[in-house]
T-cell receptor, first 116, second 114 residues
């Protein structure tokens, strides 16, 4: 079974600084997708970034980028120029590719605090 | 695009009653919808996966007779908590996806059973 591990229960960063959230996963599949979701205090899950395993290039979305190390099964999220609005719980998630129904396996989550 | 709504956002009910939660994909047709349960500061726990027009697939340990899921159309799925008890109090979140696509989440429903 696939597992996703986020080893940092909590992280903090100063406004305008950079922070990296860690995520490792375990799978025997070759075709899969990885995601970072953000859950602010409103509890609305928001997709931050998505990475296809077959793509070597790391995904980026504005201030958010990932470091995808396929061999090491590592998928970290870097937030640059942190803003107060980035404060949230962040979840790393895995989904198998192919014709699966698209079940997501979530990590435990990392609570990010942004200090002004 | 890819907006998912949930109704109600909050519900309080008495023990023994049933509660229905609706999940709608507003601007796309969702071949698959998912129902999650989340405790405070914890991860999402998948309860079941439903495909339009077929029976839901429940995760191990989830009582299918207690958590009834109906996916009647490509834009609507419902979760009914039957004979609710205080231990069913939780935050319930749905998500929707086209086949093989990214899941988009609803805003969640907070259920409190007195």
């Amino acid at each position: 079974a696939q597992t996703v591990t986020q080893s940092q229960p909590e992280m903090s960063v100063q406004e305008a600084e950079t922070v990296t959230l860690s995520c490792t996963y375990d799978t025997s599949e070759s075709d899969y997708y990885l995601f970072w979701y953000k859950q602010p205090p409103s509890r609305q899950m928001i997709l931050v970034i998505r990475q296809e395993a077959y793509k070597q290039q790391n995904a980026t979305e504005n201030r958010f980028s990932v470091n995808f190390q396929k061999a090491a099964k590592s998928f970290s999220l870097k937030i640059s120029d942190s803003q107060l609005g980035d404060a949230a719980m962040y979840f790393c998630a895995y989904r198998a590719g192919g014709t699966s129904y698209g079940k997501l396996t979530f990590g435990q989550g990392t609570i990010l605090t942004v200090h002004p | 695009g890819a907006v998912v709504s949930q109704h109600p956002s909050r519900v309080i009910c008495k023990s023994g009653t049933s509660v229905k939660i609706e999940c709608r994909s507003l601007d796309f047709q969702a071949t698959t919808m998912f129902w999650y349960r989340q405790f405070p500061k914890k991860s999402l726990m998948l309860m079941a996966t439903s495909n339009e027009g077929s029976k839901a697939t429940y995760e191990q340990g989830v009582e299918k007779d207690k958590f009834l899921i109906n996916h009647a159309s490509l834009t609507l799925s419902t979760l009914t908590v039957t004979s609710a008890h205080p231990e069913d109090s939780s935050f319930y979140i749905c998500s929707a996806a086209r086949t093989g696509d990214t899941q988009y989440f609803g805003p969640g429903t907070r259920l409190t059973v007195l």
